[in-house]
């Protein structure tokens, strides 16, 4: 028998980098040739309207010839076929396999579908991932997942394929509806619940403000840098998720079946509170949360002006939902609660009971404290 190994290092930047289009401004080509080269780009529809013509004389100007493909956006666009149709645009503009890096410019859904291209075309070519949401800023454009939906499910086809670079220039959030940046501080709730008490303290005090300023002032700044920093923490010793005991699934368990159900109306960010609603209640229960904790959760969320909609809680199908979870986790439901703010237990006991009390209690809560919730 003969053994085979070998080791691949896995690193790349999460870069600052302002005026992206700016002339002046190397950053988008500051991987891979520049001379007689070319890019292969994907703009989400949104960002195109806003900024086709600096992005095209962004490439004119560095004389890189770019063959930009725009891609709607939207969870229900995360799909076979329109990954087949990346990659159809890509095969006929053929780029060197390993210093013409492609461009991904645009939200979550857009990062994750670009980000797989790139790692199964032609066996897997380099990438640059530009996040232009809060919610692709803070989260989905950190890591190295990508994927589609399959088959009824959420991200069933995919790979773990690093980018190059992440590029982050938040005048992007300058151009989100309000409820875009809701839905990404979502994620940012998330972190600070599970992980971070001064990130919680700080969305306490400055969040509201932050959000009515898209983020452009000097509050946002630190609570942008601290959910990346914290994110990066979280991932960067377990990138392959070879340990399925995972802080950051917090509010990633019954999420999953309500984004499916409810695809075509739901925030990924608002499917990702609403679990986190109810494991905040389970943990209350457990007593793994105080009074006076669960209340400054859930003042939080009100103080942010995000609205739960509680009426598509379907126990049944948020227990359908742990089920395939814990498939997806090895046979063990892995689920993590708040243990106090900031810190958290993962438990595997979780039964339909508890889900059932925890949304009868998060109904009877909102109806009663409105002002609340």
Same mark, same amino acid.
């Given at each position: ?20 289009? /700016? ?6 080509? @500051? ?14 529809? +949104?960002?195109?309207? /806003? &900024? ?5 004389? &962004?490439? @004119?100007? /560095?004389?890189?010839?770019?063959? %930009? ?17 990346? #990659? ?15 461009? !991904? ?8 579908? #670009?980000?797989?291209?790139? $790692? ?28 589609? +939906? ?7 086809? $995919? ?37 971070? !008490? ?8 400055? $969040? ?21 920093? =914290? ?33 075509? *109306? ?34 939080? %969320? !009100? ?24 498939? /997806?986790?090895? =046979? ?6 708040? *243990? ?16 059932? !009390? ?16």
């Amino acid at each position: 028998m003969r053994r085979v190994t070998y080791q691949h290092t896995i690193e790349y930047e999460v870069v600052n980098a302002p005026n992206l289009f /700016h002339p002046q401004n190397e950053a988008l080509l @500051s991987v891979g040739r520049i001379e007689n080269g070319r890019r292969f780009v994907v703009v989400d529809f +949104n960002v195109e309207k /806003h &900024y086709s013509s600096e992005i095209r004389n &962004y490439f @004119s100007d /560095h004389e890189v010839e770019a063959k %930009i493909v725009t891609f709607p956006g939207g969870e229900e666009n995360k799909t076979v076929e329109n990954y087949l149709s990346i #990659v159809r645009e890509l095969d006929s503009f053929l780029i060197h396999r390993r210093d013409e890096p492609i461009i !991904a410019i645009g939200g979550g859904v857009l990062t994750d579908v #670009v980000g797989f291209v790139a $790692g199964s075309y032609r066996r897997g070519v380099p990438h640059i991932k530009v996040p232009t949401t809060l919610i692709g800023y803070v989260d989905a454009s950190i890591g190295v997942k990508t994927g589609v +939906n399959f088959n009824g499910n959420k991200n069933r086809l $995919g790979a773990f394929a690093a980018p190059q670079k992440v590029l982050l220039d938040k005048s992007f959030l300058k151009t989100l509806p309000k409820r875009h940046l809701l839905n990404g501080i979502c994620e940012i709730i998330k972190l600070a619940i599970i992980k971070d !008490a001064g990130l919680f303290c700080l969305l306490e005090t400055h $969040g509201a403000k932050s959000v009515d300023a898209q983020f452009q002032n000097e509050e946002g700044d630190t609570i942008l840098d601290r959910a990346i920093c =914290g994110m990066m923490e979280e991932l960067q010793p377990n990138l392959f998720e070879e340990d399925l005991a995972r802080k950051v699934d917090f509010g990633h368990t019954f999420s999953y079946g309500l984004e499916i159900r409810h695809e075509a *109306h739901l925030f990924h960010g608002e499917a990702v509170l609403l679990d986190i609603a109810i494991s905040t209640l389970i943990a209350r229960m457990r007593d793994l949360l105080s009074l006076e904790e669960t209340g400054r959760i859930f003042h939080l %969320i !009100a103080e942010l002006g995000i609205m739960l909609d509680t009426t598509i809680l379907d126990p049944c199908l948020l227990w359908q939902s742990l089920e395939e979870r814990a498939f /997806h986790r090895n =046979g063990l439901q892995r689920v993590p609660l708040p *243990h106090g703010i900031g810190k958290c237990v993962f438990v595997n006991d979780l039964n339909v009971y508890e889900i059932e !009390a925890a949304v009868k209690l998060l109904e009877d809560w909102t109806a009663v404290n409105h002002d609340i919730i």
